[in-house]
């Protein structure tokens, strides 16, 4: 909606005044405090939520209207501290409905609200689409397969509020005060729209699991893109690449962070699976628009294993075993 408003000049004037009051002597300086103290803690009381929530309204006025560069700063330092210093090992954020403080992350007491994990998802989907970047699909993914789809009942008739990292899930399918009832689905909506996406130079795949995705190249051209995969109980993905009719332009995969190598091979030929700084491999070809010929087969990700120690304030001497992308306890 930001973006709809931001477009209309009216929209516009509204939008300049919000991000102006933010700033008022009385305001919660949200922007400056970004670019100077670099805390989302310090950010006027600290509620995630909220602040998320303004965030994601900056990068879409950023986007549509375009401005002061310092918005997209404000936003990045934002996205570095919370990654760095106040993120939850399933990829959740805050507890009690704040950012407190440096590693101050208590397995139990009001952990994770789902409403901020759906404003966190929305926040690394804004930055994505703005830098194509890899780094923010990475927590996307993290977010996605830990935290976010296990805070629905698995019948799909309620949502956790919050979802500590101990004991048994609260869920909830009572409106009153559960404002998460409606944020979950909003959540699970938001998917599609990221897992696979398109830019300026053809297709994009950020999230890798079986179905197929439907896209318009930027010249009108339809584009499906069939994935066939167990991941992330397996690390091989064949990918189908089905133009409706012959075309140049790039399929670009990621490579997650945590991937120690990869193979990748189009058609049966071997190719590099280098990354580029971005994060992604891209294939430049033409596709054409036979079906099963323009596969991307043995593409494989080598799984890392590890017991990581967990830095925590109140549990410092907590560990936890991960297969990841998916952590395990």
Same mark, same amino acid.
Request: with cysteine.
């Given at each position: ?25 009385? #305001? ?62 399933? #990829? ?50 993290? /977010? ?18 919050? /979802? ?37 130079? #053809? ?16 010249? #009108? +051209? ?13 690390? !091989? ?16 995969? !990621?490579?997650? @962070? ?18 580029? @700084? ?9 596709? +054409? ?41």
């Amino acid at each position: 909606m930001v973006g709809d408003q931001a477009a209309q000049p009216s929209g516009s004037y509204s939008c300049q005044y919000i991000l102006r009051a933010w700033e008022q002597p009385n #305001g919660p300086h949200i922007v400056s405090t970004l670019l100077t103290a670099k805390r989302v803690n310090k950010v006027g009381n600290g509620k995630a939520y909220e602040m998320l929530s303004c965030l994601n309204g900056a990068l879409e006025y950023y986007r549509t209207v375009g401005g002061d560069r310092q918005l997209l700063d404000a936003c990045l330092n934002a996205w570095q501290d919370i990654v760095a210093k106040r993120l939850y090992l399933t #990829g959740a954020a805050s507890y009690g409905e704040l950012f407190h403080d440096d590693y101050d992350l208590p397995n139990v007491a009001n952990v994770g609200e789902t409403c901020v994990t759906v404003t966190w998802l929305q926040f690394n989907a804004q930055l994505l689409r703005l830098t194509g970047e890899a780094r923010f699909a990475d927590q996307l993914e993290k /977010v996605v397969l830990n935290q976010f789809l296990g805070a629905q009942r698995p019948d799909g008739t309620a949502w956790g509020y919050y /979802v500590q990292m101990e004991g048994k899930k609260p869920y909830s399918d009572s409106l009153d005060g559960h404002c998460c009832l409606s944020s979950g689905p909003r959540g699970v909506a938001l998917i599609p729209t990221f897992a696979a996406s398109t830019d300026a130079d #053809g297709v994009v795949l950020n999230l890798y699991y079986a179905g197929t995705a439907r896209l318009t190249l930027c010249d #009108g +051209t339809p584009v499906s893109l069939t994935t066939e995969t167990r991941y992330p109980s397996d690390g !091989r993905i064949r990918i189908v690449v089905n133009p409706t009719v012959p075309k140049t332009f790039a399929v670009k995969v !990621r490579i997650p @962070a945590w991937c120690r190598s990869a193979s990748l091979a189009v058609n049966g030929n071997q190719l590099v699976a280098k990354p580029a @700084a971005d994060g992604y491999v891209a294939l430049q070809r033409t596709w +054409t628009a036979v079906i099963r010929s323009n596969s991307i087969s043995r593409w494989s990700l080598a799984w890392l294993s590890a017991i990581t120690t967990i830095r925590e304030r109140l549990r410092s001497n907590t560990a936890r075993s991960s297969f990841v992308p998916m952590s395990l306890s």
